[in-house]
């Protein structure tokens, strides 16, 4: 009897809560920022908030994303009956390994988009080095030609590695370094051009078969 009238009270209580309209929901994802993120945020945001559009039209954001061959989003669901879990309407096929994926790095300014570029091999500084000394270089050069162009980088350790930062200081007479607060992706407006590629790439049909035409894909995008 105990049982029983726990099961009712929850039910009544999940009952009040829905014509409240509270309803059940995933938590919202939302970078995980300590004491100290916090404050670096928030210096970030003193520093930059008396800033007028044309010192805004001076900065250049980059940033690296992950493009999958085969991707599932959790947060899809399907209505069903008890049983029909395995009809074709209500699955949603992976494979075992992801079906591979490619990393792309990319930049852009007000002025135009920047190039991207296909991260062949691991992500180390000297990879990253070479990124940043074969196409950055030249976009800044082309895109800021008094030298007073503001390059954005998140906090990744090959961003931060010795030779990197060696070669920033090399070029300060080329363009400017944004200090960067760490764990801050909603800060980069880079993320919202990964998330217009990631809709498009999956709203194409059929499937890309291989990473050869994931690649293709990407970058026609």
């Known amino acids: 009897m105990q049982v029983q009238a726990q099961v009712f009270r929850n039910t009544q209580v999940q009952r009040t809560l829905l014509d409240m309209g509270m309803c059940s929901r995933r938590p919202t994802r939302v970078p ?76 852009f300014s ?4 920047g190039p991207v570029v296909v991260v062949e091999q691991t992500k180390k500084a000297a990879n990253y080095l070479n990124i940043i000394a074969d196409e950055l270089h030249p976009y800044m050069a082309f895109v800021f030609l008094t030298g007073n162009g503001i390059f954005q980088q998140d906090n990744a350790p ?9 070669w920033f200081e ?13 764990n801050s992706p909603d800060l980069n407006p880079t993320e919202h051009i990964w998330d217009v590629m990631e809709r498009q ?21």
């Open 110 to 113: 007000w002025a135009a988009l």
């Open 32 to 107: 995980l920022l300590t004491k100290r993120h916090r404050q670096l945020r928030l210096q970030l945001s003193r520093e930059h908030r008396d800033w007028i559009i044309d010192e805004w039209k001076r900065g250049v954001w980059s940033d690296e994303s992950r493009f999958l061959n085969h991707h599932v989003d959790g947060r899809v669901r399907v209505r069903r009956l008890p049983g029909e879990q395995l009809l074709p309407s209500c699955t949603a096929g992976h494979t075992q390994v992801g079906g591979g994926g490619i990393m792309l790095w990319g930049t």
């Open 201 to 221: 790439l999956r709203a194409q049909t059929p499937p890309c078969p291989n990473i050869s035409t994931l690649r293709d894909r990407c970058l026609d995008i």
């Open 170 to 182: 090399e070029h300060t007479d080329e363009f400017h370094f944004m200090s960067w607060p760490p």
């Open 158 to 166: 090959c961003h931060k590695a010795r030779i990197v930062l060696e």
